[in-house]
């Protein structure tokens, strides 16, 4: 079925892209170039979708620009650049040519494309040049800076080609190494996809600046030494607001797992560790979607206490991380990948109060480690053991420990906090 669409944001301040109300602040200078879209429109493709869009990520550059929309006494509108997170088969729209929309002083400015194979692409590397090389032109020249999230290919093309043109500066953000990204796309190792991961390598050295997850990214990418911050990751400065309480925890020791759902995430590992626990009163929710999602039943057949609870909006699994007992996020640190990741799920995970049980990842620094449960043996019966002893912990004892995590974070890595060295880096750029 072919759906042209019913959806119309709310338009909150209208302009065009590039041009602004007076009296801002040297803000205005910044061009966030990314997939990220309005929680209005995220909500209706979230809705519509037969694949559900990467909520993750969404939520990583939303706490983002929300940080730097508010580094500065004076008001202003933060542009973003969006290639609207759909593909031809997670979403049966085709004609997607939104007018833009003004949340919370974020103008949302969105690339029209056409939603079929190779024609998307094309549509929105054309789309997206006109839009960016327009905006460096426009206004004062020389103070211009474009933000670029480096994973969207047509999108990084075309914004280091209207940035060369126009000699305007451009920082990267790489929140993973392209080549050894755990796709959930069915089409993760076609030739197709290995082409693209080599076209965004040759482009990632050629960046002013980044924003790195970890220091071993700088080190295979930052072949110029170019500036550069490592960002870890963030949390949402609002989670100061959300208490978590011992009296409001689920009847039930719950256990999430949240994320793609892969056996190289140690998922299976996970499930057959937890089946090795005797309790009645535990169970083991795994949200998200990945290649295990058909097994899901099979391990829901062979232990009722494992619930598969799919792929929810995001403020559903922050309230459940809030009543659960543990959070695991059980990532082999052994992996080649994970030197390069620091996954966003474990921060989201240590602002709830509720306590991480990690792996060891090489990416993490040594700061965190005092604050998460360490699954220091990460064989099945290293991760059985290792719950088994945090299960008879008393429910306080387990209870501190989160809320110690949740204001480490709050106070170190907040979105706030995080955005502000963004700044610094971009001047430094500059």
Not at 24 to 40: A, D, F, G, Q
Not at 249 to 265: H, Q
Not at 345 to 359: A, Q, R
Request: aromatic share 10%.
């Amino acid at each position: 079925m072919l759906i042209i669409g019913t959806f119309e944001p709310k338009v909150e301040y209208k302009t065009n892209l590039g041009k602004h109300p007076p009296n801002m602040s040297t803000l205005k200078n910044i061009l966030y170039v990314s997939n990220l879209c309005s929680p209005r429109l995220l909500d209706y493709i979230f809705n519509t979708s037969r694949i559900k869009p990467g909520l993750q990520v969404q939520k990583f550059h939303r706490l983002i620009v929300e940080g730097l929309s508010v580094q500065n006494e004076h008001p202003f509108v933060l542009d973003i650049l969006s290639a609207i997170p759909v593909v031809p088969r997670s979403h049966t729209r085709r004609l997607w040519n939104l007018p833009e929309e003004v949340v919370d002083n974020i103008r949302y400015n969105y690339v029209p494309m056409i939603n079929f194979r190779f024609i998307k692409s094309i549509s929105v590397f054309v789309n997206s040049f006109i839009k960016i090389f327009l905006w460096n032109l426009s206004g004062k020249r020389k103070c211009k800076i474009v933000y670029c999230d480096v994973l969207n290919l047509a999108l990084t093309i075309s914004a280091h080609l209207a940035c060369k043109l126009t000699s305007t500066k451009i920082v990267g953000i790489v929140t993973d190494i392209p080549g050894m990204i755990v796709s959930s796309q069915s089409d993760g190792n076609t030739l197709e996809s290995k082409m693209h991961d080599i076209i965004r390598l040759k482009i990632l050295s050629n960046y002013d600046g980044y924003v790195f997850l970890t220091e071993q990214m700088n080190k295979l990418i930052n072949y110029y030494h170019k500036p550069y911050i490592v960002m870890e990751g963030l949390v949402d400065i609002k989670m100061n607001f959300s208490e978590n309480r011992l009296y409001q925890k689920d009847a039930e020791r719950i256990l999430i797992y949240a994320g793609l759902i892969y056996e190289e995430y140690g998922v299976k590992k996970l499930i057959e560790a937890f089946m090795k626990l005797p309790d009645d009163d535990l169970r083991l929710h795994i949200y998200g979607g990945g290649e295990m999602e058909k097994d899901m039943p099979f391990y829901s057949g062979m232990d009722k206490r494992i619930v598969y609870q799919g792929i929810v909006p995001n403020h559903v699994i922050v309230q459940k991380q809030i009543e659960a007992t543990l959070l695991i996020n059980p990532r082999p640190s052994t992996s080649e990948f994970t030197k390069y990741s620091f996954p966003s799920k474990n921060m989201e995970y240590m602002v709830s109060g509720t306590p991480l049980v990690t792996t060891p990842l090489p990416g993490m620094p040594e700061e965190y480690k005092q604050f998460v449960y360490l699954l220091n043996d990460e064989s099945v019966e290293g991760i059985y053991s290792t719950l088994n002893i945090l299960l008879s912990k008393s429910k306080e004892e387990i209870h501190n420990f989160g809320n110690c995590a949740k204001q480490f974070v709050l106070s170190q890595k907040n979105n706030l906090i995080q955005s502000k060295r963004i700044m610094n880096l971009l001047e430094s750029v500059h």
